[in-house]
Each structure stands twice: as C-alpha cells, then as structure tokens.
Antibody, heavy 121, light 106 residues
Framework: QLLESGGGLVEPGGSLRLSCAASGFTFSIYAMGWVRQAPGKGLEWVSS??????????YHTDSVRGRFSISRDNSRNTLYLQMNSLRAEDTAVYYC??????????????WGQGTLVTVSS | ETVMTQSPATLSVSPRERATLSCRASQSVNTNLAWYQQKPGQAPRLLIYAASTRATGIPARFSGSGSGTEFTLTISSLQSEDFAVYYC????????FGQGTKVEIK
C-alpha cells in the first residue's frame, strides 16, 4: 500500500515536500517513482529513484530537473519529492508508484491514491 | 524523448462488444510497454506489461500485443466496469505515457 501526503495550495515560487508511506512490501528493494496528472489531463512521469537511492540513481523529467528532487528513507519506508520554485503548470495530482524491480527501468505497480498540489496566488 | 501516440482519443463501444486500442511509439521500444486503466477519481491500475503479459488479477478478456513501435490493447467483450481511460507507457527510454483513450458506452 502507498499513501501520499503533503499536497496543498502553494503560491508560485514556493516549495512543498510530498511524502509517500509504503507498507506491505520490502520497500528498500524496489525502485519508486512519482507520476503527476494535471486536472483533466493525462499522466506525466516526473521522477524515479532506484531501490538503494544513491545520488546517481535518481531521474527527473526535463521540466522539473533542477527544481524537484526525489529521495527516499529506507529506514522509514518513505519516498519523498521536494518541489521548489513551483509554477502554475505544476498543479496536478501527484501519484507515488512502485517499480517492478530495484532498478526503475520498468513499469509502475501499484499506485497510491494521489495528493493534489495546487500552485496559485 | 520517445513520444507515445494513442488512437482513437475516444472509442464508443456497446457492452459485450470488442474494443481495440492502439498505441504508437516514435521510435522502437522493443516490448518495453505497459497498459493502465484509470477510472474517474481513481489511481491508474496496471493491466499489461512487457507488451503482452497480464498483470496479477487482470481478467483474460484483456490482451496486449505488438513490438517495436506498434502496440494494441484488446478488450474482447466489454463489461460495464471496463468503461474508463486507458494509457500506454513505454519504459525503454526513460518513461513516457500516451495521451489516453477514453472507452465510453455507445
């Protein structure tokens, strides 16, 4: 099970940290990712991180690179997404999702229920 | 970036009829392709991975096929619970999703 938290309303230029608490599986051996969905739109991959979470094992889509940072605390079974310099176009439901293996080069299953981030003044 | 294009955008189908959804990649993704189902207000659910392998618990009426750049999701006999939006996703070259196909009741 994956449970996201941390979403809310934030002004443009602000910051927010999302969390995803995992249970029911051995968190540390699976890569994890974030996928977002703007209101009424499709799915967009945002970030992924390997099971070990090493500094060279995280990936971000171009539109968020340098602003967002994915990380994980395997001792707490928790995934994070630190979002800085937020823009209106970052408004979306953010889903946490588990990859199939310790490496993220595969599909997402399962997904959390999502947390809504709204960037507006 | 590998761009995924799904067609049609909307598919109107009667219950118990067959639905065929298409997904095209801008470059070869081999068989590194997944399909997801999303109902309103819900998170996506994995249906198919590796282009043709059904995920755990997915009914046999769902089948996937294709390789390279052309892929198909077939629902052999639509049930009421199958009316939803379907997304393809490639994981050969980073991760990208198609824009979705909405399957609606005819």
């Amino acid at each position: 099970q994956l449970l996201e938290s941390g979403g809310g309303l934030v002004e443009p230029g602000g910051s927010l940290r999302l969390s995803c608490a995992a249970s029911g599986f051995t968190f540390s051996i699976y890569a994890m990712g974030w996928v977002r969905q703007a209101p009424g739109k499709g799915l967009e991959w945002v970030s992924s991180i390997s099971g070990s979470g090493g500094s060279g094992d995280s990936y971000h889509t171009d539109s968020v690179r340098g602003r967002f940072s994915i990380s994980r605390d395997n001792s707490r079974n928790t995934l994070y997404l630190q979002m800085n310099s937020l823009r209106a176009e970052d408004t979306a439901v953010y889903y946490c999702a588990k990859h199939y293996t310790t490496s993220p080069n595969n599909w997402f299953d399962p997904w959390g229920q999502g947390t809504l981030v709204t960037v507006s003044s | 970036e590998t761009v995924m294009t799904q067609s049609p955008a909307t598919l109107s189908v009667s219950p118990r009829e067959r639905a065929t959804l298409s997904c095209r990649a801008s470059q070869s993704v081999n068989t590194n392709l997944a399909w997801y189902q999303q109902k309103p207000g819900q998170a996506p659910r994995l249906l198919i991975y590796a282009a043709s392998t059904r995920a755990t618990g997915i009914p046999a009426r769902f089948s996937g096929s294709g390789s390279g750049t052309e892929f198909t999701l077939t629902i052999s006999s639509l049930q009421s619970e199958d009316f939803a939006v379907y997304y393809c996703q490639q994981y050969n070259d980073w991760w990208t999703f198609g824009q979705g196909t909405k399957v609606e009741i005819k």
